[in-house]
């Protein structure tokens, strides 16, 4: 089971001189007025992600030309040249002695029963993952987690289901493990926290409503809340529940994520949850989790279609406009908080789009999908904490608006035609403008400056191409009387 740790970055939204270059606009112009309402809030934002897991992050870490090396990390993370990714999705092995995709586990033995003390075991590389962790967190400013070993369920197999012993109707001869397995979790926190590497959110279930052959345990949402009533007390014994929450349950379909939170809520543990977080491979959102927790799409890819690099063509599964277009519906229709893509990097096989970044170590090379351009518009300018507000207006387009903490505010445009279109954007309840940039990624430009202009009654203006995603980054000036 994919398990995750979450390195979230606090940085400001940087911004980059816009270039000279004319924009590719398209055959026809529309012209559209776009009214954002900063006095209208929504949901505060984490931000945009991926995962390393299953070896993946070796691929960055083990990587013998070091130009090369920074240049993968330049477009994850930083926010001036590459998609400025704010979350890392990490995951926590189980299996022993693990030479596989699979990932290493700390207590590679059974201690003998769930009171006796564990073995530990950390080999300082933690699948290649600790590295770039620390890369993103000291160099580019950026904090997650989730496992289980197989001795401490009931089918003693880290793979193939299986149930945490000691959860109601989950009876092992070995004992009850649920202590055991919360002290696992807080021993690998600790770990990453004395490598420099602060954990910020943790899971300790990854897609519990599906038996996976590989590294997965099953739990419905009872039992997910009975072992939140071990975990929560054993995080605060810990010392760690003032910078460190619990995510919970990274079900397979959005339905199943729903009923869990239910029981959760129910069994009164919500309120012991930071972050609520689904996938949707077997069923998504008909509309907003009810949930009084920030939500995450924690893990969102295109399983099935070939690898592709085309920004738009059919708007096939891959593409990099249907993905600016999947962040919108998640962030805007469904109040997502996060919204992570499932691995940033892998190798060339299986050839499909489930990475953004297509990696061949055997060769030092790679190859850049425009899924990473789709997600740098939005990640680059809405950081961590910024409070999404309210747009209205606009034919021919979709439109969101984030007040950033710093008091600057990101909008970000998607054509969804054929045909250009000459945007105006009035605000209101909040800051007159006092300078604006905007950035554009589409068949040809990745996430290039390109001109606008700011009026003196304050009125953003600019163009958006044909099928693109614009961001209008825009700093106040003197709050409007």
Known sequence: MRFTTTILTAAAAAVAAPSSDATALGPRQQSSTITVDLSRTFQRMDGFGFSLAFQRANLITNMSDKTKQKELLDLLFNRTTGAGFTILRNGIGSTPNSNSDFMNTIAPRNPGGPKATPQYVWDGKDSGQLWVSQQAVQQYGVKQIYATPGYMKTNNNDANGGTLCGVPNASCSSGDWRQAYADYLVAYIKFYAQEGVPISHLGFLNEPD??????SMRSDGNQAADFIKILYPTLEAANLTSTLGIACCETMGWGNGASMVSSIRSQGQESRLKTVTSHTYTGGPSGPMNSRNPVWFSEQCDLNGQWTTSWYSNGGAGEGLTWANNIYSAVVNYNASGYLYWEGVQWPNPNTNEKIIRVDNSTNTYEVSKRLWAFANWSRYVSPGAVRVGTSGGTGIR?????????????????????????????????????VQAFVSDSTRNAAGIAATLAADGTVSGQVAAR??????????????
């Open 468 to 481: 693109s995603i614009t961001t209008f980054f825009i700093l106040p000036g003197a709050k409007k009387s």
């Open 210 to 215: 599906y038996t996976a052959s590989y590294a």
């Open 399 to 435: 439109t969101a608006a984030f007040r950033n903490e710093d008091g600057t505010i990101a909008v970000v445009v998607i054509s969804t035609t054929g045909n250009s279109a000459n945007v105006s954007i009035k605000l209101s309840g909040g800051a007159a403008p006092s300078y």
